[in-house]
């Protein structure tokens, strides 16, 4: 089983036509696997050309914690704590929260 694992091949995201460079606020939501950043969102992170200034995250755990993808974006630049929320269908009026 485990060999079959490892061949399985990274899909790369098609690119993304999207101007970010004029808008004043950019969120990004992702689940926490694992404590760590989904991989899709992995890869819209090195894909597009984020200002670490304007870009804001919206983390959903399932109950685990997120200190490792905290300090995952912490490397990668984005200083700002990001709103995290356990349950997003339940609690919408938290995720407003980071657009105020």
Do not use: H
């Not at 670490?52 to 755990?61: A, C, G, I, M």
Request: charged residues 25%.
């Amino acid at each position: 089983m485990a060999g079959a694992l490892c061949k399985i091949r990274e899909k790369k995201i098609k690119p993304i036509n999207v101007q970010i460079n004029e808008d004043d606020l950019v969120v990004i939501g992702s689940p926490v696997w694992n404590d760590r950043l989904s991989t899709p969102i992995n890869s819209v992170i090195d894909a597009l050309p984020l200002n670490k200034e304007t870009t804001k995250f919206v983390l959903y755990p399932a109950g685990q914690t997120t200190n490792k993808s905290l300090v995952q974006l912490n490397k990668l630049g984005f200083k700002e704590e990001p709103l995290v929320i356990s349950n997003p269908l339940k609690n919408q009026e938290k995720a407003k929260e980071i657009i105020k």
